[in-house]
């Protein structure tokens, strides 16, 4: 009964909160163009939906590309930093430089120089993304038991059956942590990088469309297009949370 | 089959884990090595195991029985299996990490998990099984590749009364069976006597061989009520008494 509750509790409260705010947009007369109640919003989408459902898709397209080259880049730069501790010493400071640095202040740079609109994208994406990926596999690749490395040692494992066979399997749990963070991170990095390229860009995401609809003051729009945004995190969030728990339950279960 | 000679470990933090550590070890000998916490007794099997190299002294091994991979068999303190294998592909690893194929080594991870009691188990994962049968398919993994030597770093410390006993049983029984040479590491006074042929009591930190006994405790059902097993429990907390340093 409880857990029922507890489960219904997050849509009970949108609906209470969306009512609430509808009640207030029509109860002080306020003008769609300073804030549109849910209903102008869902109008909007409605009326405009062809569009935003391809600006959704080009946004998403970003969004996955950009997680997918973070997982490369993120697993790759663990791997050898476990596999080396000059590299590591050599590289983790600029990682961190680069998770620290605004992507807003880099964007500009990466759509003068990367020529394909496609690709500046998803490579300013990318900076955002891997830093979870690569911290949580480095530290999931560290935390593997010293007892089985022993083993391995005593089997005469080479460090390639280590990896492959150990440490790169220890470290999944950690991984999939890091993979859900990057996950959402992958689509606010989409996000910024189609606000700072504007029309210079691919000209067809949501956050493109967002920037049009402001200079245009079609404000419901603007609200249809943020809604789909944090629906699209959702989403991510929960499909990936999703993935983390049939994998280890697949690995470990009985 | 092997013999230390003075053989001591200091870490770099300037603890002294053993000082001057020497006893020969003949094939086919179960040797419980006691002592109390951090005497350096788990630091000694570090050592024969190769995974440490001793700070002075030397271990020497008789020509034949110089060991190469997959000679020592190890067995830890807690189980240390591959959570997402099956029991059978943990007792395949050690196999496997040296090429052996699925095919040729079937037939020693069956038998290695019959000799601990698990064929049904082969299938379950870690998960699935008790603490005590986790520690039975870390043994299994241990005698997959039939060592010559058997190293047990506390292995029954962490389970209950009851499948500690059993276990014992079975290890004393498999040791008599296969003749296997053991060292086992444990700071139980009761396990060191009923299991070893011979015990060699180490003193507190810095570990030093303060007693080498050879027990002849008759086999069969009543080993741990003989008279023999408490004369040896007795005389080993005497040693203890007088090596131990004086607490208030």
Known sequence: MTKTIERIAPFAFGLAALGFWQGLVWALGVPSYVLPGPIAIIQAYLDDHAVLDSALLSTLSVTVAALLGATIIGVALAVAMAASRLFRAAIQPWAVILQVTPVVAIAPFIIIWVNQPFLALVVCAVIVAFFPILSSTAAGLAATPPELQDLFRLNGATRWQTLILLSLPSALPSFLTGLRVSGTLALVGAVVAEFVAGSGGFASGLAYRIIEASYRLEIPRMFAALVLLGLSGIVIYTALGWLEAVLLHRRDGA | ?248
């Open chain 2, 1 to 248: 089959m092997f013999s230390l000679r003075e053989v001591a470990k200091t870490y770099p933090n300037a603890t002294i884990a053993l000082e001057s550590v020497t006893a020969g070890f003949e094939p086919g000998e179960f040797v419980a090595l006691l002592g109390p916490s951090g005497c350096g007794k788990s630091t000694l099997l570090r050592l024969l195991a190769g995974l440490e190299e001793p700070s002075a002294g030397r271990i020497e091994w008789d020509k034949a029985a110089r060991p190469g991979p997959g000679d020592i068999g190890f067995v830890f303190q807690d189980a240390t299996l591959l959570p997402w294998a099956t029991a059978a592909d943990n007792v395949y690893l050690p196999l496997r990490l040296r090429g052996r194929t699925r095919d040729e080594a079937a037939p020693l991870v069956t038998a290695a998990l019959a000799q601990v009691g698990l064929s049904d188990f082969a299938q379950v994962k870690p998960r699935g099984l008790s603490g005590g049968m986790r520690m039975r398919v870390s043994i299994a993994r241990a005698l997959v590749s039939d060592p010559m030597l058997l190293l047990m770093d506390e292995p029954f410390a962490a389970l209950d009364e009851f499948t500690r006993h059993k276990l014992q049983d079975d290890l004393h029984a498999l040791w008599r069976r296969s003749g296997k040479t053991i060292v086992f590491v444990t700071h139980s006074i009761y396990e060191a006597a009923y299991l070893a042929n011979r015990i060699l009591v180490l003193s507190p930190r810095p570990g030093r061989v303060a007693a080498d006994l050879r027990p002849a405790i008759p086999e069969g059902p009543h080993r741990r009520s003989s008279g023999a097993y408490t004369d040896l429990v007795a005389e080993i907390t005497d040693t203890f008494k007088r090596v131990m340093p004086e607490h208030d």
